[in-house]
């Protein structure tokens, strides 16, 4: 549906450029729900300015399914059809692609002289639809979105959540195969969010369509998204399937964001704060149990094998893309040649294990 190829952005004169997208590769396929996660000035917003060509990429290609390719050298575009025609991009083609993409934005973006009714009419107002048909069309997104009520309401009159579905169904008003959100539950409290998450997966599911989800909280992440990329200083760090970047995260931001969703990462607060974890001795680890181990008893089957004691000081188990995942941080105690067996049978086990610190 999107693949992006070596695309690169930079901002400001040559000797003091900042590049906020460098190199950035990733492919979105039909369907997907993408999240793209990373913390302020990662490149993350800036990058899905590129997608829908809000900003020129300096360099690097975008193709979208049933569009065509659209290169970039020196911040000038050029369209590639699939037959490989190139030519420069016009205003019409640009038009056709933007149209073929919704967006939704942290701050809504609304009209505030204008009901409910007029902000999702507006984009259709020079699509050369007539009044009555506009109508239904918005109607229709109304219903979609659950706001039949508030067909006449202002903005003001309307909560964060409410305005962000007004926000959503403006978006969807010209059928966009695509839809970009740019951290749009991040001023909502966390009810607004869950609800719009909610009809986000609702949307992705009912009318097939492809979301690229901007977000700096892992958590959303979790919530809706099949697959994610983790960005840090303008670069894509990791990518992959939801389950196994949270399962096995490699790159070192990947790891913090994974810890700040699960509550394991308080541990590494803990030692960074001196606190008197392992006074006694002891190897302090951390299990991490994956769909094909999370069922087994396997603390107590080592503790027993092996004649160590295995101290639980925190856990957590969810679900993740219909698959359970559990993390344990766990004290073991007893001989140093035994912690050695015990930590080599949880991995033969397929346990992840990560030795945290020796006592």
Request: aromatic share 6%.
């Amino acid at each position: 549906m999107i693949e992006l190829e070596a695309l690169n952005k930079s901002f400001g004169a040559k000797d003091s450029a900042v590049r906020a997208v460098d190199h950035v590769s990733l492919q979105v396929n039909e369907g997907d729900i993408y999240g793209i996660v990373g913390y302020s000035g990662a490149g993350k917003s800036t990058l899905v300015r590129c997608i829908n060509l809000l900003e020129l990429p300096d360099s690097g290609t975008i193709r979208v399914a049933g569009f065509g390719a659209v290169s970039f050298e020196n911040g000038r575009a050029f369209f590639q059809n699939d037959s490989g025609a190139r030519e420069a991009l016009t205003e019409k083609r640009l038009k056709l692609l933007r149209r073929d993409m919704g967006m939704i934005f942290q701050h809504f973006n609304l009209l505030d002289r204008s009901t409910v009714f007029d902000n999702i009419a507006y984009p259709l107002k020079h699509s050369g639809m007539g009044k009555a048909q506009i109508r239904a069309r918005v109607l229709e997104l109304l219903e979609l979105v659950d706001l039949r009520e508030k067909i006449n309401a202002y903005p003001s009159e309307l909560s964060g959540g409410q305005k962000q579905r007004v926000a959503i169904a403006r978006a969807l008003a010209n059928n966009p195969r695509i839809l970009l959100s740019d951290e749009a539950t991040s001023a909502l409290d966390p009810d607004a969010t869950e609800s719009i998450l909610h009809l986000l997966k609702e949307l992705n599911r009912k009318l097939n369509l492809t979301i690229v989800l901007i977000t700096h909280e892992m958590a959303v992440v979790k919530a809706i998204c099949s697959k994610v990329a983790v960005m840090e200083n303008g670069r894509v760090v990791e990518q992959g399937e939801v389950y196994k970047v949270f399962s096995e995260p490699q790159a070192t931001i990947t790891r913090k964001f994974v810890d700040s969703s699960s509550g394991l990462g308080r541990i590494n607060k803990l030692i960074d704060e001196h606190a008197n974890v392992i006074s006694g001795g002891g190897t302090l680890i951390r299990l991490t149990y994956n769909k094909d181990c999370v069922g087994d008893a396997l603390i107590s089957e080592v503790s027993r094998r092996y004649g160590v004691n295995m101290n639980i000081l925190l856990g957590s188990l969810e679900i993740l893309q219909g698959s359970p995942l559990g993390g344990l941080i766990v004290l073991v105690e007893g001989e140093m040649d035994a912690r050695r067996e015990a930590i080599r049978y949880l991995c033969e086990k397929n346990v992840i294990v990560e030795v945290i610190e020796h006592g």
